[in-house]
Nanobody, 123 residues
């Protein structure tokens, strides 16, 4: 059974930083694509960042480019989201997701999800 467990959320003032972690267990196939989503009350879920299975290709939403960095440690089966220069509009529940990788190095749809960790940024 695949499980994803997020940690690292909390409350911070605008301009501050947080680092989220997502520990993956029970995944037995080749390295997955890992991603972070966020959802604020009354808003749709938004893909924030994604890292492909090769570890070198990444995607970021325009709203976080230059401020957030996604990474992964394959040996620890853990993905990270370093969030700097946080803004009040970054306040949301942040969820980790894993997708199986394609043979071409792409990603299938996100299949496994964590429960989320809350990030609150005050002005």
């Amino acid at each position: 059974q695949v499980q994803l467990m997020e940690s690292g959320g909390g409350s911070v003032q605008a301009g501050g930083s947080l680092k989220l972690s997502c520990a993956v267990s029970g995944y037995t196939r080749t390295r997955p694509c890992m991603g972070w989503f966020r959802q604020a009350p009354g808003k749709e879920r938004e893909r924030v960042a994604r890292i492909f299975s090769n570890g070198g290709s990444t995607f970021y939403a325009d709203s976080v480019k230059g401020r957030f960095t996604i990474s992964q440690d394959a040996a620890k089966n853990t993905a990270y989201l370093q969030m700097d220069y946080l803004k009040p509009e970054d306040t949301a529940m942040y969820l980790c997701a894993a997708a199986e990788s394609t043979r071409a190095g792409g990603c299938y749809s996100d299949k496994y999800w964590g429960q989320g960790t809350q990030v609150t940024v005050s002005s």
